[in-house]
């Protein structure tokens, strides 16, 4: 089974067994994403499987860049089928040999670069009538208008990886201190999100904070996803479950303070098991059964 992911900034091919397993990978960076594609697919022996149907998973949905990147792929005579949101295969891989094993009604909801979202229903990945649905990065959870909202939506400015550190930059031009600029040399410009999550863990008040309130947006943004799709089981990916010491359980109080009781009882909440390579597996596992 081959999967196949378009990332904003290049591609993840890989070869999974009838179980899951992943026998071969390849992630190629570039801006040029078909051809970051072609380069992954190459390295895998995607050729040599001869007929086999790609699956694909994008995040960029109808976007200009996603459509003529498959027009390419298709082009080379490569068996590429109808696309489905990174999400939503994310979702499928965790529900088929992940976390949620075994569950046929799962959403997830996954923070990192980009937060990402996925929804499986009845097993059965629900991408929306134009690859948008769980398009998490719009969730509104602010009243104020603001410019960044209006670009990249207002859950994308506040936990995607720039957002947080952003918000951290705020603080230190408005007078904090925080040991991170210290790991970062001093400078400003090269605080990453690791010297923020870092510092946290070094009882740092002010990159602590930021860990906090990012844990809040995410864990109101968990709970509107649940609110919605009614799960079985959540599952929390990318900072939540890579960083699970310090954002895991402020989130899961978080997700208790905005559902009732009953709800909130029926649900399970896991971190991901799978990790990077979900989206590309669920591709794989849609390729070789569409009905899965």
């Keep these: 089974m081959i999967g196949l992911e378009l990332r904003d900034a290049g591609a993840l091919a890989l070869v999974a067994s009838p179980d899951g397993e992943v026998v071969r990978r390849a992630a190629v960076a570039g801006s040029d994403v078909a051809a970051a594609a072609f380069d992954a697919l190459d390295r895998i022996g995607a050729a040599s499987v001869a007929g086999a149907p790609v699956g694909v998973a994008t995040a960029m949905g109808d976007a200009a860049a996603g459509v003529a990147a498959l027009d390419r792929l ?59 649905a769980a398009s998490v990065a719009w969730l ?41 600029q210290e790991m970062a040399g001093g400078e ?52 939540m479950a890579s960083a699970a010491d310090l954002f895991l359980d402020p989130v899961r109080v978080e997700i ?19 990790g990077a390579d979900a989206a590309a597996i669920g591709a794989a596992r849609l390729a070789a059964s569409p009905a899965a």
């Design 188 to 239: 400003l410009s090269a605080i990453t999100l690791d010297h923020l999550l870092d510092a946290a863990r070094q009882n740092d008040g002010v990159a602590f904070s930021v860990v906090r309130d990012t844990a809040r947006y995410l864990g109101m943004a968990a709970a509107n996803l649940v609110a919605i799709a009614d799960p079985e089981t959540l599952v929390l990916g990318g900072l």
């Design 256 to 274: 208790g303070r905005r559902l009732p009781a009953p709800m909130l009882d029926a649900l399970t909440i896991v971190p991901s098991a799978i």
């Design 140 to 180: 509104a959870l602010n009243p104020v208008e603001r410019e960044d909202y209006r670009k990249a939506g207002c859950l994308e400015a506040e936990v995607g990886a720039a957002g947080i550190v952003r918000r951290l930059l705020w603080r230190i031009k408005a007078g904090d201190r925080s040991r991170a």
């Design 74 to 132: 298709r082009g080379r005579g490569l068996a590429i089928g109808s696309p489905v949101g990174a999400g939503a295969a994310a979702a499928l891989a965790e529900s088929w040999i992940g976390a949620a094993r075994g569950r046929e009604d799962v959403v997830l909801f996954s923070a990192g670069e980009h937060p990402v979202g996925g929804i499986v229903r009845r097993g059965v990945p629900i991408d929306g009538a134009r690859g948008r």
